[in-house]
T-cell receptor, first 112, second 114 residues
Framework: GQNIDQPTEMTATEGAIVQINCTYQTSGFNGLFWYQQHAGEAPTFLSYNVLDGLEEKGRFSSFLSRSKGYSYLLLKELQMKDSASYLCAVRDPTDSWGKLQFGAGTQVVVTP | GAGVSQSPSNKVTEKGKDVELRCDPISGHTALYWYRQSLGQGLEFLIYFQGNSAPDKSGLPSDRFSAERTGGSVSTLTIQRTQQEDSAVYLC????????????FGPGTRLTVL
């Protein structure tokens, strides 16, 4: 089984930086995903980390430390359209190679 | 190309009725997943199909829930004798073969049980 924790809500100002932390406790690990979900819409893929380190993709970066069971998603130069829920998900191959276990999501509110 | 599609987009039913939710994955994707999302909650895994292998049903909450995938493509999630706690958005996702592949989600079916 798995336990995935992330903050419920974060508020930040347009143009600022926000870091969303995700910690996990799993019996196995084969990758961590971040998804973005706007209200009433389907989740969309943001990033995938399987090795330690930082993956940068434009304004978004994702970091992973497997030894600490820790990841963060960094959103830079925040825009109003970044207001959404951000979901951390872990793939645990001891359960099934396919399924992901999702955290409850972090609601990011960007204010003017 | 076409993404994952789901139908219906909204379903309102009475307690005790059966419902069927449909998912059309992206062509060529061998993996198909069903998730459930209650209001303000994260995604809850329900079931996973991979090719011709036996599905992983470990997330199905009760024996009222079942799913099948015909011809390795379209999938149907069936909920029998619906209860009010079944009200949620049911999301389908598909991915190509590979453990690192992202999952592409459909728009979901919002189920309301009265």
């Amino acid at each position: 089984g798995q336990n995935i924790d992330q903050p419920t809500e974060m508020t930040a100002t347009e143009g600022a930086i926000v870091q969303i932390n995700c910690t996990y406790q799993t019996s196995g690990f084969n990758g961590l995903f971040w998804y973005q979900q706007h209200a009433g819409e389907a989740p969309t893929f943001l990033s995938y980390n399987v090795l330690d380190g930082l993956e940068e993709k434009g304004r978004f970066s994702s970091f992973l430390s497997r030894s600490k069971g820790y990841s963060y998603l960094l959103l830079k130069e925040l825009q109003m359209k970044d207001s959404a829920s951000y979901l951390c998900a872990v793939r645990d191959p001891t359960d099934s190679w396919g399924k992901l276990q999702f955290g409850a999501g972090t609601q990011v509110v960007v204010t003017p | 190309g076409a993404g994952v599609s789901q139908s219906p987009s909204n379903k309102v039913t009475e307690k005790g009725k059966d419902v069927e939710l449909r998912c059309d994955p992206i062509s060529g994707h061998t993996a198909l997943y069903w998730y459930r999302q209650s209001l303000g909650q994260g995604l809850e895994f329900l079931i996973y199909f991979q090719g011709n292998s036996a599905p992983d049903k470990s997330g199905l909450p009760s024996d009222r829930f079942s799913a099948e995938r015909t011809g390795g493509s379209v999938s149907t999630l069936t909920i029998q004798r619906t209860q009010q706690e079944d009200s949620a958005v049911y999301l389908c996702a598909s991915s190509p073969v590979g453990t690192g592949d992202e999952q592409f989600f459909g728009p979901g079916t919002r189920l309301t049980v009265l």
